[in-house]
């Protein structure tokens, strides 16, 4: 999946020279957080609604002004952009390491789009599946060739459809499996697991 499949466009935008407090009457009209600043058609900051409450809270020393300060005197003008195919894991690893909360999205100095965290929430929805009818399974792997290959044969033996499956390192030489499949009978599905020796984590053993 890649940013262009979950960026939001058109984008709403304002100028340096609009206000704080229009720009925070728009944010809250719009439902949003953030507003890139374009200026002749380019990029030159953006504004989030938490740099307006910082920006005209009294502990501010040039004191509270949303009416007459300027959003171009208070913008970030050092932009962390994305590109439209860039993938969304790509973009979900800048997003935390910068402690932002999006990207405007530029292709060929051209604002496109824009991504934001509750997009990248989005994405995860999608790449799981997990909003359609499904059942889940994690079973810890060695971490070695073709452990996965004899999980997904394992359940293509027995009809199973994967409708998702995402791995990622647990501890040194394992990795975890979160698997969703097209049956909800994922406890008898886990015990057949079991007995062919996988370690199933979810679901958990029924108390009989």
Same mark, same amino acid.
């Given at each position: 999946?890649?940013?262009? =499949?979950? #960026?939001?466009?058109?984008?709403?935008?304002?100028?340096?020279?609009?206000? !704080? *407090?229009?720009?925070?009457? /728009?944010?809250?009209?719009?439902?949003?957080?953030?507003?890139?600043? #374009?200026? *002749?058609?380019?990029?030159?900051?953006?504004?989030?609604?938490?740099?307006?409450?910082?920006?005209?809270?009294?502990?501010?020393?040039?004191?509270?002004?949303?009416?007459? $300060?300027?959003?171009? *005197?208070? #913008?970030?003008? *050092?932009?962390?952009?994305?590109?439209? /195919? +860039?993938?969304?894991?790509?973009?979900?690893?800048? #997003?935390?390491?910068?402690?932002?909360?999006? &990207?405007?999205?530029?292709? +060929?100095?051209? %604002?496109?789009?824009?991504?934001?965290?509750? =997009?990248? !929430?989005?994405?995860?929805?999608? !790449?799981?599946?997990?909003?359609?009818?499904?059942?889940?399974?994690?079973?810890?792997?060695? =971490?070695?060739?073709?452990?996965?290959?004899? %999980? $997904?044969?394992?359940?293509?033996?027995?009809?199973?459809?994967?409708?998702?499956? &995402?791995?990622?390192?647990?501890?040194?030489?394992?990795?975890?499996?979160?698997?969703?499949?097209? $049956? &909800?009978?994922?406890? @008898?599905?886990?015990? +057949?697991?079991?007995?062919?020796?996988?370690?199933? @984590?979810?679901?958990?053993?029924?108390?009989?």
């Amino acid at each position: 999946m890649l940013v262009q =499949d979950v #960026m939001r466009f058109p984008v709403i935008t304002v100028e340096p020279g609009v206000t !704080l *407090e229009e720009a925070y009457r /728009l944010l809250l009209e719009k439902g949003i957080r953030h507003l890139p600043v #374009m200026e *002749e058609g380019r990029l030159v900051g953006i504004i989030t609604d938490r740099d307006i409450r910082l920006a005209t809270s009294h502990p501010n020393p040039k004191g509270p002004c949303p009416g007459c $300060t300027q959003v171009g *005197e208070v #913008m970030t003008r *050092e932009v962390v952009t994305a590109h439209p /195919l +860039d993938p969304v894991e790509e973009a979900a690893r800048v #997003m935390r390491e910068r402690k932002i909360g999006s &990207l405007p999205v530029l292709e +060929d100095g051209a %604002l496109v789009g824009i991504v934001t965290g509750i =997009d990248l !929430l989005d994405a995860l929805l999608k !790449l799981t599946r997990v909003t359609e009818p499904s059942g889940r399974l994690e079973v810890r792997l060695p =971490d070695r060739v073709g452990e996965l290959f004899r %999980l $997904t044969g394992f359940l293509a033996k027995r009809g199973v459809n994967i409708h998702s499956l &995402l791995s990622y390192p647990e501890e040194e030489a394992f990795v975890r499996a979160v698997v969703r499949v097209n $049956t &909800l009978e994922t406890h @008898l599905l886990a015990e +057949d697991l079991r007995r062919e020796g996988f370690e199933v @984590l979810w679901p958990p053993r029924k108390p009989w």
